[in-house]
């Protein structure tokens, strides 16, 4: 059946208004396919630009192998971010504004220059990042029942709000690989990665974003920011008065999210070294 885009745009954006999980587009369309996956997204896109939203920037998820399996995809997927769910430490994050929120640890990237394939490789990617930053995803499953990997990329992939930590780090003195991040709550470590886990290297995962934008005749602006998926088994905060905090061993925790309404959001850590 051919897609009817208005409709599913229309469809997606109950979900958004309502708060509330709607049928994946696949069990109206099941040959549902990744390219027309993306043509609704970006439908999706526009129809909340129209209305006053600005996007500044996005995120790459799928970036392992057995998450992609899981989805029935085999490559990694990007979605874009909006202005309205940006967040800093200290910040109240209300929980209304989630039909299903789930937490991911997260290696953000803000760049300094645009970048756009075809041709980025890590080592080009890295010479149009600002810097680095801790942060946490508050992502939103949307999708009721089995959503396939063309239903996350048509709803923009679990995108809904994100909290950015500080410092901004510079990272070209960095191996990105070897960053690691403890996840805690309540003082309880229940997750530890490295950035291994983002394609060998977030930059990787950089460079495979820019590309992928540029074949679609997009590309990144100077000013983005730019998320990577560290691979962790992470909870949601829990109620009450729950906090967690990423942070590299031996360093002293520093609050994250803690869950009153969600969240109380301060600023989450990792072991990146102080900018001077």
């Not at 990577?228 to 729950?242: I, M």
Request: hydrophobic share 45%; glycine share 10%.
């Amino acid at each position: 059946m051919p897609i009817a885009f208005d409709s599913a745009v229309d469809h997606l954006l109950q979900s958004r208004d309502g708060h509330r999980l709607v049928p994946p587009l696949s069990e109206k369309y099941p040959d549902l396919s990744l390219e027309e996956a993306y043509a609704v997204q970006r439908a999706l896109e526009q129809a909340l630009v129209l209305r006053g939203e600005r996007v500044i920037g996005w995120k790459a998820g799928f970036t392992n192998a057995a998450i992609q399996a899981q989805y029935g995809v085999s490559e990694p997927v990007l979605g874009f971010m909006l202005g309205s769910g940006v967040f800093s430490g200290g910040d109240s994050i209300p929980i209304d504004r989630f039909a299903s929120l789930g937490v991911e640890v997260e290696v953000a990237f803000l760049l300094k220059r645009d970048l756009a394939g075809p041709g980025v490789t890590p080592v080009s990617a890295l010479l149009a990042v600002e810097g680095a930053m801790p942060s946490f995803e508050l992502i939103d499953f949307r999708c009721s029942g089995k959503p396939r990997g063309a239903d996350v990329v048509a709803d923009g992939v679990f995108a809904n709000a994100i909290v950015l930590g500080r410092p901004l780090t510079p990272v070209a003195a960095l191996d990105l690989a070897l960053e690691g991040v403890v996840y805690e709550q309540n003082g309880r470590v229940v997750a530890t990665n490295t950035a291994a886990e983002v394609l060998g290297n977030p930059l990787a995962s950089l460079a495979w974003l820019a590309n992928t934008l540029g074949r679609m005749g997009r590309g990144l602006a100077a000013g983005d920011v730019v998320l990577h998926r560290l691979h962790l088994q992470d909870p949601p905060p829990g109620k009450g008065a729950s906090r967690c905090a990423p942070r590299s061993p031996g360093s002293a925790p520093s609050p994250a999210a803690s869950s009153e309404r969600v969240s109380r959001a301060s600023t989450p850590a990792m072991r990146l070294p102080t900018c001077a």
